[in-house]
């Protein structure tokens, strides 16, 4: 079983202070941190391209990096995530002519590879694609924008996604982002996921290492 893992998401910092502002939440015990990239285009939003990665690792961050792309087409830019200093690359499989062939690529540029299926994203393309997949990302939230309103239903879809990973016998980490706080982690951890993605929920408190805390503190009380 991988373990839990906090990852913040850069959307909901202070872009103008935002070394400090993941050197602040690494050191509040998050594990890795998360980039919400959009490009007003797959998604109605535009937020921040690898140069931003990259001046991260600049600055002295060693944690990893987990890029969510929300852009279309995905193969372009895949490279310079990878090159920036990014751990995992996600997509979604509506943004890819050629799902196996872009999964791949993130592999071949060192990096490891995740799908991200949206609220209305059947799992379907899982079935054939488990063998290069590192990461499977449930959208708890239709995509592009941070703060929104957690749905239900996909606890459902965790559900579903945990057994076709544990089915596989492969190491895979599921992921859930999207309105994900304190007082659902438990439920959402109980659901399957052990990567916990919140924005909002945790750069939205003065103290960092207390949300935090709370998360874990919650997650200690999950029955599988």
Do not use: W
Request: hydrophobic share 45%.
């Amino acid at each position: 079983m991988n373990p839990n893992y906090i990852a913040p998401s850069i959307l909901s910092a202070d872009f103008a202070r935002l070394g400090e502002e993941v050197t602040r939440v690494l050191e509040a015990g998050a594990d890795i941190i998360h980039f919400d990239v959009m490009d007003n285009h797959y998604v109605p939003n535009l937020t921040i391209g690898p140069v931003v990665c990259e001046a991260l690792r600049k600055y002295g961050v060693k944690a990893e990096i987990d890029v969510h792309l929300m852009v279309k087409p995905v193969d372009r830019i895949i490279p310079d995530f990878a090159k920036a200093g990014a751990n995992y690359i996600t997509f979604h499989p509506e943004a890819s002519e050629h799902i196996d062939r872009s999964l791949q690529l993130v592999r071949d540029c060192g990096c490891k590879s995740g799908l991200v299926f949206n609220p209305a994203t059947p799992l379907d393309h899982l079935e054939y694609v488990l063998d290069k997949v590192d990461m499977v990302l449930i959208m708890s939230v239709n995509p592009g924008f941070g703060g929104q309103s957690f749905i239900p239903s996909a606890l459902d879809k965790l559900r579903a996604a945990r057994r076709v990973i544990d089915q596989s016998g492969r190491n895979i980490r599921l992921e859930i982002d999207g309105g994900v706080k304190v007082d659902n982690i438990r439920a959402v951890a109980e659901a399957g996921a052990d990567t916990f993605v919140a924005g909002s929920a945790i750069f939205g408190t003065r103290d960092y290492k207390a949300t935090i805390a709370a998360m874990r503190a919650e997650l200690a009380k999950v029955r599988r």
